[in-house]
């Protein structure tokens, strides 16, 4: 039982054996492989379903998936509730009609959790009672509402065959469970049992949600326990303990394998300020980290918000979870986010609540739809040099016709405009119709349980999925802008400044793939210094790239109730975008894996990772306010010791104070990695940041695991 | 007139050659040959080639380009043929795949400061910059002209020295160093000559003279299996940190071959055998006796 840790390091011990064991048994799969077992209820019993309105089916669904989802009860667990139903760990709604599920389910949210400890689901049902008493609700509302009360009745459903279950078995549990989530905890304990029981119906049902700021909601009900001494600090860790590792009872011992396991987008985020402007970090803050400093668990990929005032104790102890390494711990510029955020139109109050979307995108959490849009920037460009114009958007440029850097850069974002535009007007039409000089949303496929959680919801009479929520965002992400810096920084100096080659010439060689033009790739690739290193002349372009998406994303928010806010992001998908890309100008070749999120193209940045983080922090990321993480891999022996602590903590607090905005910073050797190629039976636990997520490293399949390597090495 | 030096290289983002994130200045030139050398390159003052055979591309540029027909291009090899080469590094510019490549540049003391000063948000109180080399020292003016710039933006400098340099400067160098990371390679006189070239005279005596500038010194003893780790000089070890008013600590450094890619780059022969390689044990051994002896000491990897 030894939970991975990089360069030898041993991971140190304060739970007790039982909840150890119990963290590595689900760490090898045993709860996700029993979940695939059943991997859905069936409907097919139900008689006259196909006649139903879809929300009456949905209501149906969730109501058999209540009463039928197989309970389960682990030895020694000290909070109850699981997600037992395979087809929720593959994103749909586990109900099936003649063998098929009906409907995806929802994710890219951080559901209301603060509110059901707060007041309750009966403080919920309550609002929907009054609601429908106090409005003329039109009878098209009726059945949300109707929908809404139903999800209640089959969380009340599920909840009764738990207390059942563990009054049988004479469990503790069952006083714990007894009262929430129905009603405000009255413990911490309780607390923890409350979140968890909300977050894992919503789970059950299918789908993934962030938990959002754990310390904030639970530190009060600590503190409270710790003050009257009904509770000690080592028995809270152990119970908070159980959340996380019930947290990864999704895992399989063999998933298929893809873009890794660990990605159900149920982030955390720590410590940074209240609505008041207080800071919110308190016991809970430190036991969070104690616990994944421990078990090494990635599940719950951790987000600290980080300020200028932050302390030093508490970044040194992030640093030092950090160095076990599995990416498990992740940074926010604070201050940058929430002036971000006001500068886009959220009120004070609203952007100091901020959290993630349970990945990484920015957004207030239980009051948001949130989806987003990506795109292939470089191959904008690509386009633009007349090279493929089988963009989507894009106008495709002509051969041969600029004359000058500022001509091609011009054209370039033309294009990069008409992409923008045409993004907005399909997310637009795909959700909106204008009618009657009034934007009404279209009607969408049912997702009542998320709705349920989510603020505005309840008070519009409309679902998550059909303008119900406060906030409705939809981000277009930018993705490969290291790339089209590099690009046209290449361009500038092969054949404006240095005058080596004709750009008609370039393209040309560009689309045959370099083909007997080694010296000048050479040249391409060696005698520059590209976005990664410091350097102003490239940086800027990556700058200008960014400051001009923001300029035209802007300029279409606030047209319709859908807010647009820009981001920058890849999530992986260089993987398959390099399929569709040609050769580049900064002499990487067809088919190779260029740049990710943020960051640098592989291979083109060697000035180690506070260089990396000025090219970064060059743009003004404040105006990318769903968000721009930079990813950066270290080798190990650059942080042992104690001043490895040091050296990350630097790095947190260089980052934040050149304005960066979310950094992801992983520790890992490649020789690791390869080894846990060959014998992946001995690196089960071995996980790696992909993204906005973690992943168990045997669980990738072979592009992501090669994407992951040679982001590694780099690692200085 | 600007001041120059050859820099072979600034690091950033290091972390190992003292606190907190540093930057570290290599300068080119020193006045030991120390047979376990991982930085050949930094020996001579004189500019260097590197050839990197592995990235060569068999273009013929540099070929075509050198007075001195150094290099040719023989049924698919690159041959280099040193004998001939004046060391005028045309060649290098005409290499677009950095197969040469110069081994140092000059720099003038500005052009070294605005370099180092691209990382100062990374500082901080501990971080800073970090003079090695060679033996920076074998360029006092030129570092302390560096320093005392460092010095008055407040950040925190740092050299690591041989201890051979002209003792005259001893106190201005003082004046604007935090920190000495300062070698203390082997305390018997004539094994010091044998393996580096010279005594350890004037290098113990400067140790002396900067501890009564009263800056904080780290002792650097590099542990080399079969050359110095007896017990005499682990014993002197101790002796030396107690008598020193102002060492804060003793690095022990255990020998690694990992130059042998730098001499072959140099087209020298690779001198590194791995019977020189510590021990753990011996390591932990010598690490537990100073400790024993209330010396506070740090063990590299």
């Known amino acids: 039982m030894e939970f991975y840790a990089v360069a030898n390091q041993k991971r140190p011990v304060r739970l007790s054996r039982e909840t150890r064991e119990f963290a590595w048994e689900s760490l090898m799969g045993k709860y996700g492989d029993e979940a695939m077992e059943t991997p859905s209820v069936s409907l097919d019993h139900i008689a006259g379903f196909d006649n139903l309105s879809p929300l009456k089916q949905y209501d149906i669904a969730i109501s058999e998936i209540a009463e039928k989802a197989p309970i389960r009860i682990c030895k020694n667990e000290k909070i109850s509730g699981a997600a037992t139903l395979g087809d929720a760990i593959l994103h749909r709604v586990p109900a099936s009609r003649n063998g098929k599920t009906l409907w995806p389910s929802v994710s890219h949210l951080t559901l209301g959790f603060d509110k059901v400890l707060r007041i309750g689901i009966n403080g919920i049902e309550k609002e ?51 009262n929430v989530p129905f009603e405000p905890p009255g413990s911490f304990h309780e607390a923890v049992q409350s979140l968890w029981f909300a977050f894992a119906f919503t789970r059950l049902t299918g789908n993934w949600s962030g938990i959002g700021r754990i310390d904030q909601m639970l530190g009060g009900y600590l503190k409270s326990d710790l003050d009257s001494k009904l509770i000690t600090i080592d028995e809270a860790r152990e119970i908070l303990a159980h959340f996380f590792i019930k947290g990864c009872e999704w895992i399989r011992s063999a998933p298929p394998r893809e873009s890794g396991d660990a990605q159900h ?116 460009l690509l386009n633009t040099l007349g ?14 016709e600029y004359k000058s850097m500022d001509e091609l850069y011009q054209a370039f974002r033309e294009n990069l405009k008409a992409t923008v535009e045409s993004i907005y007007s399909i997310t637009v039409k795909s959700r909106l119709q204008f009618n009657d000089r009034q934007w009404k949303w279209k009607t969408n496929i049912p997702c009542t349980v998320v709705s349920l ?100 994303v ?104 050149l304005g960066g905005f979310f950094m992801q910073m992983d520790i890992a050797n490649t020789d690791v990695f390869r080894k846990a190629q060959e014998n992946p039976e001995q690196y089960r636990t071995l996980s790696v940041r992909v993204s906005g997520w973690n992943a168990r490293f045997v669980t990738l399949d072979r592009d992501w695991q090669q994407m992951i390597i040679e982001r590694a090495e780099q690692g200085i | 007139m600007a001041m120059l030096v050859p820099v072979t290289e600034i690091q950033r983002f290091s972390t190992h050659d003292g606190d907190g994130i540093r930057t570290v200045v290599f300068l080119k030139g020193c006045p030991l040959r120390c047979e376990w050398c991982h930085n050949p390159e930094t020996q001579n003052a004189y ?113 690591e020295t041989c201890g051979f340099f002209d003792s005259q400067y001893a106190g201005r160098i003082a004046d604007v160093t935090d920190l000495f990371l300062f070698d203390f390679k082997d305390s018997d006189r004539d094994r010091h000559r044998k393996y580096t070239g010279v005594y350890n005279d004037k290098i113990i005596e400067n140790l002396y003279l900067l501890d009564n500038c009263g800056k904080d010194i780290v002792l650097r003893c590099i542990m080399i299996n079969q050359v110095n780790m007896d017990e005499n000089h682990t014993r002197e070890i101790a002796r030396v940190y107690h008598t020193l008013k102002h060492c804060i600590r003793v690095d022990l450094i255990p020998y690694h071959p990992y130059g042998n890619s730098k001499y072959t780059r140099l087209g020298l022969q690779p001198k590194h055998n791995k019977e020189l390689i510590p021990d753990r044990r011996a390591l932990s051994q010598i690490k537990d006796f100073l400790a024993s002896q209330g010396v506070p000491v740090y063990l590299h990897n």
């Open chain 1, 128 to 178: 929907i009672e009054e609601h429908l008493k106090n409005n003329n609700v039109p009878d098209c509302q009726r059945e949300f509402y109707e929908s809404l009360k139903n999800t209640i009745s089959s969380l009340r459903l599920w909840h009764a065959r738990y207390l059942d279950a563990l009054k049988e078995m004479n469990s503790p549990n069952y006083t714990v469970l007894k």
């Open chain 1, 265 to 380: 987008y149920q982030n955390i985020i720590l410590s940074g300020i209240d609505e008041n402007g207080n800071d919110v970090t308190n016991d809970v803050t430190w036991l969070v980290l104690d616990i994944i400093e421990e078990l090494g668990i990635s599940d719950f990929p951790v987000s600290v918000r980080v300020n200028r005032n932050t302390p030093d104790k508490l970044l040194n102890r992030i640093s030092e979870v950090i160095k076990f390494g599995g990416g498990i711990i992740a940074i926010y510029n604070e201050e940058l986010v929430i002036q971000s955020m006001i500068d886009f139109g959220y009120s004070l109050e609203e952007a100091r609540r901020f959290a993630n979307d349970g990945c990484w995108e920015v957004q207030v959490p239980g009051k948001t739809y949130f989806t987003y849009i990506p795109f292939d920037g470089l191959k904008v």
């Open chain 1, 554 to 657: 802007e300029e279409l928010n606030g047209r319709c109730p859908i807010s647009f806010p820009p981001g920058v992001s890849t999530f992986g998908r260089q993987i398959e975008w390099a399929k569709y890309r040609s050769a580049v100008p900064f002499g990487r070749k067809k088919g190779e894996i260029l740049s990710g999120n943020s960051s640098p193209s592989p291979g083109t940045d060697y000035r180690g990772a506070t260089a990396i983080i000025k090219s970064y922090c060059k743009a003004n990321l404040a105006r990318l306010t769903c968000g721009s993480a930079l990813d950066i891999v270290l080798h190990p022996s650059s942080v042992a010791g104690e001043n490895g602590t040091v050296a990350i903590t630097s790095l947190v607090k260089g980052f934040i104070s």
């Open chain 2, 47 to 159: 500019n260097e080639l590197f050839y990197t055979d592995k990235n060569c591309i068999l273009c013929g540029q540099c070929a075509s380009v050198c007075p001195n027909h150094c290099h040719s291009i023989i049924s698919d090899n690159h041959v280099f043929d040193r004998s001939n080469c004046k060391r005028c590094i045309s060649c290098v510019s005409g290499c677009p795949a950095n197969a040469l490549s110069a081994v140092s540049k000059m720099m003038s003391v500005d052009d070294i400061v605005n370099e180092v000063m691209k990382d100062s948000a990374f500082y901080l109180d501990k971080g800073g910059v970090t003079l090695s080399g060679g033996e920076p020292l074998m360029y006092p003016l030129e570092c302390i002209e560096i320093l005392s710039v460092l010095k008055s933006k407040g950040v925190h400098t740092a050299i």
């Open chain 1, 387 to 400: 090279i493929d114009s089988t963009t989507f958007g894009g106008t495709g440029g002509l051969r041969n």
């Open chain 1, 453 to 552: 959680f989510t603020e505005g919801c309840i008070q519009n009479g409309r679902s998550y999925l059909e303008g119900g929520p406060v906030y409705n965002v939809i981000s277009p992400h930018i993705g490969g802008v290291a790339d089209i810096a590099n690009s046209l920084y290449a361009i500038q100096k092969l054949v404006f400044d240095d005058k080596l080659i004709s750009l008609n010439e370039l393209t040309g060689i560009l689309e045959r793939n370099w083909e007997n033009n080694e010296v000048l790739r050479q040249i391409a690739l060696n005698k520059y210094e590209y976005y990664g290193n410091d350097n102003d002349e490239v940086d800027e372009y990556a700058a200008r790239i960014l400051d001009d998406f923001a300029d035209m």
